[in-house]
Each structure stands twice: as structure tokens, then as C-alpha cells.
């Protein structure tokens, strides 16, 4: 333990968030500094250890920095959040300060925010069924807790409304009805959204006036600090892991928007000169790091789900970012241009949206009988009628036989039926109903994958 | 090689810098490329990747946050390894060969720098000689039994870096990994367990053809494109096509004694449902999979580093137990993940030559040893191209590399069409060394039955659009018959249900019944429409639905309920044959015309 705090006043140079300093000695990979100038003090990290030059990333920028009159404190210890009780309620800036300056006070631990890789053997995979109320979601595409979760949609498609809604009304599945406790606690995260964005998020989360005490909201707005933008989610995370591990709630962490935290990765791997076409090399690890705080751990109650919406640039689903977040999220819903434009909501593409645990929580015992035989018959049908959809402009009406007219109408009356329920919630037994409205359309020798039974008291009503 | 040998003077250094996961060392010491290194009073694991003026560059396996400039760097004088021996089976280890399953920590998150042993070094296990004292013995040579699990016999080999000799003492008992179990007159002791470098592939005799095959239990995969014992397997699929699914349905149905499970880079979870799964899934033979199974956990949040290792780990855990004369089959989910892994700038050899030499430790051997044994490592490697896009190099080198590709394909993904392997990119070329091998199961008329799913398949290719798009020209009614029948061989036998327990693993004879009927009932609509059917009538006749039923039937029923079927289907169509004898003036069904 130092009983001193060490101040280097030799900066060598300064690059973009990046500041260059000699004679360091014994710097820490990771560590902390704080960095002193007559007009304040700011806040970095070390990026490079070595006993000659390190590298600091400083969270506030570096306008108006120079390489005299500052002096850079080390830490000698990693960033760290305050965790407990009094964080409840509270909006917070992206590093976790109460916005409206007040001092929290009674923090039970100070946790660092870069927590370690959870031991695989120690989760226990999501299997319990959410219920959010959407269609699409719950018949199609169940989530389950614990998941995490991104919703992908291109610029001025309603990623948000629909993140909030989930947010809001999503409950654990539970055919009794019966689940205690099942709301979720909340946890915040804005990532350089703009301020008009994180205000419509406020509001849709506040109950009337207040602010929920069931939730913690951290807000980095496109304004704020770029290099601060790497450490929202982390304490965001932190936060979250806290109040699902050591106080037993199912937490939701809903994240916003992972697009702009990868331009603020891309920004400060450029400044570095880290190798990268556009993103730098090591995004997929650092995604990982984001996405993978994320489950359940056997034999504790508690459980963090995230919910992240990934802005696709130019709806281009091969998009690097989109493109990892597919590969690393345990599910992604896709928005869907064309359903938008029809004023569907929400605009859910079915078939490319994909929910990985959903195998392992649904069917007899979780939620129905015959889920995945109706979910599969469905995407089935969704796929055929879609094929027809796009053949439809370079061909004869005529030329498509009856069945496959009547395809062309179940895609109709799929959107419209199914998909568009607008704001109302829908339990998994209405949706289900309105699976088979949709589906009455089609002749049964189409209805194959159903079990003959089923289908055959379903469609006789 | 022998290990140790290094003064001990030279074995420090200090560190220089630090920047993720690249640890620079300078000091008063000799490092040897890939030598296994101890950084910082944690003792995080790392490997000396490059030796210049004095310094040496490690990488490190474990996350360096919080590594100081100055702090101890002890080198260890040895290649990263492993400790071999029973215990393996039912563990899941971390990249670097951590067991997972201790206690210890917070009980949730990895802990850093605490180094162990892979095996249980506790624990006793009854050891039962083969030889005796004044016994010749040498490398690859059984020395005695363990019994790992509940039934494995794991066979205590004469590890493959030890000179030979004569038995001076060998004893039953029980022993712990770190015990004797033999020793030869000049004083060698043979413990239970021995340590191997990752890096170097275990010796072998001789390499075998490559002629039996590894039944999958997939139909798509038996039938199309056969997977040979000892071959080289590449999955490849964007994200969201099920390369995670169907390799679990693979090392859940196929018949290998050991399954090494390599998760690298990808999720958590992935591994959690695996664990899961294994634990509460028997195999054909009733015992628990995870009894014969190991599992590598390098998760996407873990160090990339790492992931090197932790498939390189893999590979010796399988060439360990194929040594034992297993059939031993490696899946690992993704190479994408390591071949691109970041944090090795300037280090990284080139992605062909890795590969290469990661493929080639697969292959069917027989072993050391006075008594040879034959065994074999089979490697299904999962590649996950960015953006779905097959031309990326990783994918082009793992299909030159492979002898089986298969390509998986997002529209039938995205339709729910499982397993969503496309027919026309995948390929293997281990066909014509099985065929012996696989009509001795499937019978004689396998190959012609192949050869008809595949006709049926091209013509397919030939017909789809046309109907549309073709100059005026309507399909004829056989052409509409066999694009209607190619969707029906689709979703009755190239698609399976991973959650119906019968359809989710066939057996080869059974996927040839099943091939039979379709077949048949292909051959009776054909003789049908020469009788003077017509298109319509004959789908009315909605066959889809009895087909899955029949296909869900258990291994018993099938055939009698398939051919009562059949006969009953022949018996609608002769019916409908008669009526249009009787009205043949008719012109073509008025359901055409709407």
C-alpha cells in the first residue's frame, strides 16, 4: 500500500483522447490516473505501460490540455463504481455520477467495472420464457431470461418505441399467472444518443413524474465525452451484476446504441494507430466483453437479460458491427423497412430475427404443447409467402396457381393480423389465436409440419 | 524433450511494458519461442512469442489489467503443456487447461493467475497391470487399466517421450495421477499421468486409409456428403444458420468413444447448454455423454490469446485418448475466432500455415507399440465467415483443408429449414473410400439410392424459375410432379426435427428405408400420370403429412406402417386411374385453369 500519490508532471505529447507521458514508473496496464490542470481535473486510463513512454486515454478529451502546467496522478487502481441502495432511482452521467451533482452516499462495495469473464460452469443457461406482449416475439422469436438480446434496425426505424415497450411490459412467462417479483429492475445505458432520444427514454420510463426506484439510468448523449462512451456499459454492467447477484432481482439492462459505441472504439484505436480497416481489429473482444455480461448462474437467484439496439447503417445487415452483434447476442430482432413503411408495429422481419435459447424454453411443461411445431409452420409459410412477394411484380396474376395465391393472402393477412397489433400487449394465448386467424388462409394439405389433431380443431372454430 | 535443464539464474526478467495482452520482458534471461512464462505476482499465465535484443515478447493468456511495469517475469523452461491422464473425461477446462469445476472465488467470474493441474491430483484411481515384471516395454505400450467414470477403460500407455526397457517393478493398486504405476531397471519411473507439449503432435505409426465411416445421424450429411473416421470436417455458416446446433447434433448422435468439445470465442452460454446437455443426455450405449466427453471453455470475453492454446489443448487431450485406440472426434466452434484473433500484431503466422497444421492432426492411425492399436481423430471445425460471405479466406482455406464441406445457407435457415446445409456448395470427397463401408450397413441399394436424391436435386436447379419465367412455356405436369416432390424430399428427409428424439438422430438403415418409400412413392406418381393423372390430382392426394408421421415412428414400426402406407397410397391413385379411364375426354383438371 502507498501511503502517496504520485504526480508526473512530463507530458510529452498529446493525440486525439490520447496524452504521452515519460518517466512513469511502475505503471499499471488498465490503471486509473487523474490528470490536474489549472482548469480542472480530468479523468484517463492507461493504455500502455512502459518504462519509457505511456499512453493515457483521457475520458474527457483533451481540448485545452497542453504539455505544460499538467499534472497526471496515479491511481494505482482501476475504475471502480459505488454499488447499493442509494443507486436506485438514480439518473447518472456515463460515468456514473448523479447528474444533478448530488453526493450519494452508503455505496455497500466499490466494484471494479471491467468485471472478469464469468466461469461457464458456473451459469445455468436461460431457460424460463418471457412473456413481452408482442406476437412476433413471444410465438416466433420467445426470449428467455437472462439472454442477451440485440434489436437491429436501420436510421428512423422504431428500435426505441419497441425497446421500450419490451421494457416496460415484459413479464416472466408463467401459465398460472402466478409469477412473484415479476417485473424487472432496470438498468439504463445511453451511448451517444442524442439528448431529444435519452429525453423520450426518460419519459417513457418514469411512472408519472418520478423516476422508478426500480431502476438505475446512465446517460452519455452524443454531446459528452467519446472516450467516456467505453466506460457506460461497463458500469452500466456493474450495476446490473449487482443487483441480479447480490440482491436476487431479474435485472434488465437495456443498452443504446451499440452503433456509436463502436465509432468511439474506432475513433480511439485510430488515434492509437491500432491496425483495423475502419473498426479496429479487436472489436469482436471487446463487444464480448459487453455482450457476455449477460445469464443466470446456478443455484442464485437473479438474473441479468440485456436488451441492446444495434443502429444498422444503410439497413446493411453485412455491417461489421451488426454483422459481430449477430455472431455474439443470443438473439437479435430485425426491423423491417418495408413493414414500417406499411405502418406496421411493430415492423418485426420474423424470419431473420432470431432467438438462440428458444429451443430450450418453450413447449409442453414451459409454454405450450406444440410452440415450435406453430412457430415453425409459420416461419415456413412466412419464407414461401415472401419468395412469392418478391416473384410478384414479374408475374402474371395468372400465371400463379391457387395455392399459391392463397400464400400471397396469408402473407397479408399475416402482417395485418398477426404482426401490426400496435400498442396493445397481447398474451401468448392471443397471439397464438392470432397465429391460426392468419394461418386459416392456407389449405391444410400446406399445414404439414402441424400435428393433424391440432390443426384440426384449431381451424375448425 | 527434456524439460528443466535451464540454469536457474537465467529463468528471470522484469517487465518492460505492457499494452493488452502483449507483455514485454527484458532482463537476464534465455527464452525459448512459445515457452511457457509467469507474469506478475498473480502468476498470469503467457507464451514467449518473439526474442530481439534482450527482450522478449509474451503473450498473454490471461486478461493483464492491473500488470505492472517492473514486476517478476519468471520464465519456466518449459513449452505451454498438459498433464495426461485419467480424470480428463467428464472436465471442462479453461483454454490455458484450468479446470473449471473448483472451488474458489466469488463463485460466479474466472479467476486470474491461479495455475493447476487439468487432472484431479487428489483423488486415487485402481490401477490393474498388463505386463508383468522383466517385460519389454516402449513407447505407445500398455502398461495397465483405469476405469474413468462409470465404465471407460482408459489404458495406462507408455508415455512417447521416455526411452523403453525392461519392467523392474509394476504393481496393481491405487494410485494418483502423480504416482508410480512402473519402473524399468535403469531407474525410469512411469507415473500414471505424463505432461505433453500443446504444440507438438503425438507420435504415431503409421497413418490408415481413411475408410469408415463417422455416422452422423444427420441424413442430409450421411446420405450427400459422408464424413470418414479421421477426416477433416469444415461447418460453415453466417450467423444465425445453426453451426452451434447442428454440431451439437453431431457430437450428440454420432458414434465417437470420445467427443472433445472446443468452444473458441463464442458464447458463454453455448457452453453452459452444452455442459448441460451432455450431463443429462445418454448416448446410443446408456452412458452419460459427458462421461466420455471433455469440454474446452475459451469464451468470446475470454483473452484472445488463448483460444490458440485452448485448441491446441484440445488436440492433445484427442490425440491422448486416440493413442488409447479410440475413435476420438474433436469439434471445435469457431476457427473464425482464432484465426482472426487480434492482439498478436506482427506475430501472427500466416492463417494458412496454422491451419494446416491444426488439420492435419486429424487422421486414422495406428499407434506405438508392440501391439498396435488402431485409432483416430476426426475434426469437424465450425467457420464462421464475416458477414456470411464464403469468399473470406478463412472459410477458402478450411474447405481446401477439409474433406468434407459443408455450407450451410441462411434462406433455409431463415425459413426454419433444418439443418440448413445447402445441397449445392456442400461436397466431400471421402464418398468413394466408404462406399464398401456403407452399403455393408445401408445395404445394396445405397448407392443408387444417393444417386437418385441427388438427380432429383440437380433437376431442381434445372426447373426452379422456369415455371415463371420461361418464355410462355408452362411446366409440363411431370416437371410441376418433380419440383413438388423435390419439396417433399426436402421437408421429409433433408430437414430434421432436433426436437423430436426419434427424427433428431437416424440411423443409416433407417435413412435408407425412408429414401426407399420416397422413392417408391416417386416411381408409383410417375406410372400414375403415364396412366393419364394429372398434376392436380395427384397432389390433392396430400401425402406431406402421413410421410412425417411415418418418419416419426419409431425404428420398429417403420417399415410395416411404410409399406401398409404405400399399398394404400397405390390403392387412391389406381381409384383415381380408373375414374380418369372412365372420363378421359375431359380435358385437364378445371383447377388448373384458376
Known amino acids: ?461 | 524433450m527434456t524439460n528443466g535443464t535451464r540454469d536457474r539464474d537465467l529463468s528471470g526478467g522484469r517487465i518492460k511494458g505492457v499494452s493488452g495482452l502483449i507483455v514485454t520482458a527484458e532482463g537476464n534471461f534465455s527464452a525459448r519461442m512459445f515457452e511457457a512464462v509467469r507474469l506478475g505476482p498473480l502468476g498470469l499465465a503467457g507464451e514467449v512469442v518473439r526474442i530481439r535484443d534482450g527482450e522478449a515478447d509474451i503473450r498473454a493468456c490471461e486478461d493483464t489489467t492491473g500488470l505492472r511495469v517492473g514486476e517478476d517475469v519468471l520464465f519456466t523452461g518449459e513449452l505451454l503443456g498438459v498433464d495426461l491422464g485419467p480424470g480428463l473425461l467428464g472436465g471442462i477446462l479453461d483454454g490455458t487447461g484450468r479446470p473449471l469445476r473448483r472451488p474458489g472465488g466469488d463463485g460466479i467470474h474466472m479467476e486470474r493467475g491461479r495455475g493447476a493441474s487439468a487432472l484431479p491430483e487428489d483423488r486415487t484411481w485402481r490401477f490393474v497391470p498388463s505386463v508383468g515384471d522383466g517385460d519389454a516395454v516402449g513407447p505407445g505400450d500398455v502398461l495397465g487399466t483405469v476405469v474413468e467414470g462409470s465404465r471407460f477403460p482408459h489404458l495406462v500407455l507408455f508415455p512417447p517421450n521416455l526411452a523403453g526397457g525392461k519392467v523392474e517393478w509394476i504393481a496393481p493398486g491405487d494410485r494418483t495421477v502423480r504416482e508410480c504405476v512402473c519402473r524399468l531397471e535403469g531407474g525410469t519411473e512411469v507415473a500414471l499421468s505424463h505432461r505433453r507439449e500443446l504444440r507438438v503432435p503425438r507420435p504415431f505409426g503409421v497413418r490408415l486409409p481413411l475408410n469408415r465411416p463417422l455416422l452422423t445421424g444427420q441424413r442430409v450429411l450421411d446420405t450427400l456428403f459422408p464424413l470418414a473416421l479421421g477426416g477433416v470436417a469444415a461447418l460453415v455458416g453466417g450467423c444465425g444458420t445453426g453451426k452451434t446446433l447442428m454440431q451439437r447434433s453431431l457430437a450428440r448422435c454420432c458414434g465417437a468413444d470420445v467427443l472433445v468439445w472446443i468452444g473458441c470465442g463464442e458464447r458463454g452460454n453455448e457452453i453452459t447448454e452444452i455442459l448441460e446437455e451432455f450431463s443429462t443426455l445418454t448416448d446410443p450405449r446408456g452412458i452419460p455423454l459427458m462421461e466420455r466427453a471433455v469440454l474446452i471453455a475459451n469464451t468470446s470475453d475470454m483473452p484472445a490469446a488463448a483460444r490458440e492454446t485452448g485448441i491446441c489443448l484440445g488436440m492433445t487431450v484427442a490425440e491422448y485418448y486416440r493413442d488409447m485406440g479410440y475413435d476420438v472426434v474433436v469439434t471445435i466452434d469457431s476457427v473464425s475466432r482464432w484465426t482472426e484473433a487480434p492482439g498478436e500484431e506482427g506475430f501472427s503466422v500466416s492463417l494458412d500455415s496454422r491451419l494446416s497444421r491444426w488439420c492435419e492432426r486429424a487422421g486414422c492411425v495406428e499407434t506405438l507399440g508392440q501391439l498396435p492399436r488402431r485409432g483416430s481423430v476426426t475434426l469437424i471445425n465450425a467457420v464462421s465467415p464475416a458477414g456470411g460471405d464464403f469468399s473470406e479466406p478463412a472459410t477458402q482455406t478450411a474447405r481446401r483443408l477439409s474433406g468434407a464441406f459443408w455450407g450451410l445457407d441462411g434462406d433455409l435457415a431463415r425459413a426454419r429449414h433444418f439443418p440448413a446445409v445447402n445441397c449445392g456448395i456442400s461436397c466431400s470427397l471421402y464418398e468413394s473410400a466408404l462406399s464398401d463401408a456403407l452399403i455393408a450397413d445401408a445395404g445394396e441399394a445405397w448407392p443408387e439410392l444417393t444417386e437418385y436424391l441427388r438427380s432429383a436435386l440437380s433437376r431442381e436447379r434445372e426447373l426452379s424459375g422456369r415455371g415463371y419465367f420461361a418464355g410462355g412455356g408452362e411446366l409440363s405436369g411431370e416437371d410441376k410432379w418433380a419440383l413438388y416432390h423435390v419439396e417433399t424430399l426436402r421437408v421429409v428427409y433433408l430437414r430434421q426435427d432436433i426436437r423430436n428424439a426419434e427424427d433428431a438422430r437416424t440411423p443409416l438403415r433407417r435413412s435408407a428405408a425412408l429414401l426407399q418409400l420416397l422413392r417408391a412413392l416417386d416411381e408409383r406418381v410417375k406410372k400414375a400420370m403415364e396412366n393419364g393423372l394429372c398434376y392436380d390430382e395427384i397432389v390433392a392426394v396430400s401425402v406431406r403429412e402421413d410421410l412425417m408421421g411415418l418418419r416419426d415412428l419409431s425404428e420398429k414400426n417403420f417399415p410395416g406402417e411404410a409399406e401398409g402406407w404405400l399399398s394404400s397410397f397405390s390403392a387412391r391413385l389406381s381409384a383415381l386411374e380408373e375414374n380418369a379411364k372412365a372420363g378421359s375426354s375431359e380435358p385437364e383438371s378445371p383447377m388448373a385453369a384458376r
Not at chain 1, 283 to 297: F, H, N, P, T, W
Request: glycine share 10%; net charge negative; proline share 5%.
Open chain 1, 1 to 461: 500500500m502507498r501511503l502517496f500519490r504520485e504526480g508526473i508532471r512530463a507530458v510529452k505529447g498529446i493525440s486525439g483522447p490520447l496524452l504521452f507521458l515519460e518517466n512513469v514508473r511502475e505503471a499499471g496496464w488498465g490503471e486509473l490516473v487523474s490528470i490536474e490542470t489549472d482548469s480542472g481535473s480530468r479523468m484517463g486510463q492507461i493504455l500502455r505501460a512502459r518504462d519509457d513512454i505511456c499512453v493515457v486515454q483521457v475520458f474527457d478529451g483533451t481540448m485545452g490540455l497542453g504539455t505544460e502546467n499538467t499534472t497526471v496522478w496515479l491511481e494505482r487502481d482501476v475504475m471502480r463504481v459505488g454499488v447499493g441502495d442509494c443507486l436506485r432511482g438514480q439518473i447518472l452521467s456515463g460515468r456514473g455520477r448523479p447528474l444533478d451533482g448530488a453526493n450519494l452516499s452508503g455505496f455497500e462495495a466499490h466494484l471494479p467495472i471491467g468485471g472478469p469473464p464469468i466461469n461457464p460452469a458456473r451459469r445455468a443457461s436461460p431457460g424460463v420464457a418471457l412473456e413481452t406482449g408482442i406476437s412476433s416475439l413471444d410465438l416466433m422469436n420467445t426470449l428467455a431470461r437472462g439472454q442477451n438480446l440485440s434489436i437491429v434496425a436501420g436510421p428512423g426505424l422504431p428500435a426505441a418505441d419497441l425497446a421500450i415497450r419490451i421494457a416496460r411490459q415484459t413479464t416472466v412467462f408463467d401459465r398460472a399467472g402466478a409469477v412473484e417479483d415479476s417485473e424487472f429492475f432496470l438498468v439504463f445505458a445511453a451511448m451517444g444518443i442524442t439528448n431529444r432520444e435519452a429525453n423520450s427514454f426518460m419519459d417513457a420510463f418514469r411512472d408519472g413524474d418520478d423516476i422508478p426506484a426500480n431502476g438505475v439510468f446512465l446517460l452519455n448523449t452524443a454531446g459528452d465525452p467519446v472516450a467516456e462512451r467505453l466506460l457506460t456499459p461497463r458500469i452500466a454492467l456493474t450495476i446490473a451484476e449487482y443487483f441480479a447477484f447480490a440482491k436476487g432481482y431479474d435485472v434488465l439492462v437495456v443498452m443504446t446504441d451499440m452503433l456509436h459505441y463502436c465509432e468511439a472504439l474506432r475513433e480511439i484505436g485510430a488515434a492509437w494507430g491500432v491496425p483495423g480497416r475502419g473498426y479496429p481489429d479487436g472489436m469482436y473482444s471487446d463487444l464480448a466483453e459487453i455482450y457476455e455480461r449477460a445469464g443466470c448462474i446456478a443455484g442464485r437467484r437473479g438474473s441479468v437479460t440485456q436488451l441492446s439496439i444495434v443502429g444498422m447503417p444503410n439497413d446493411d445487415m453485412t455491417h461489421p458491427v451488426v454483422d459481430l452483434s449477430g455472431y455474439l447476442t443470443e438473439g437479435r430482432i430485425v426491423l423491417d423497412r418495408r413493414l414500417h413503411e406499411k405502418g406496421i408495429f411493430p415492423p418485426v422481419d420474423v424470419l431473420s430475427s432470431l432467438s438462440r435459447p428458444m429451443n430450450g424454453c418453450i413447449g409442453r411443461g414451459r409454454t405450450f404443447d406444440s410452440h415450435g411445431a406453430l412457430a415453425d409452420q409459420l416461419c415456413a409459410a412466412c419464407a414461401k409467402a415472401g419468395d412469392l412477394r418478391r416473384l410478384r411484380p414479374a408475374v402474371d396474376d395468372d400465371r400463379l396457381n391457387d395455392v399459391e395465391k392463397r400464400y400471397l393472402l396469408f402473407g397479408e393477412r399475416f402482417e395485418k393480423i398477426f404482426l401490426d397489433q400496435k400498442e396493445k400487449r397481447r398474451t401468448l394465448a392471443e397471439s397464438e389465436n392470432a397465429a391460426w386467424e392468419a394461418l386459416s388462409v392456407l389449405p391444410a394439405s400446406e399445414l404439414y409440419r402441424l400435428p393433424r389433431a391440432l390443426r384440426e380443431r384449431r381451424l375448425k372454430g
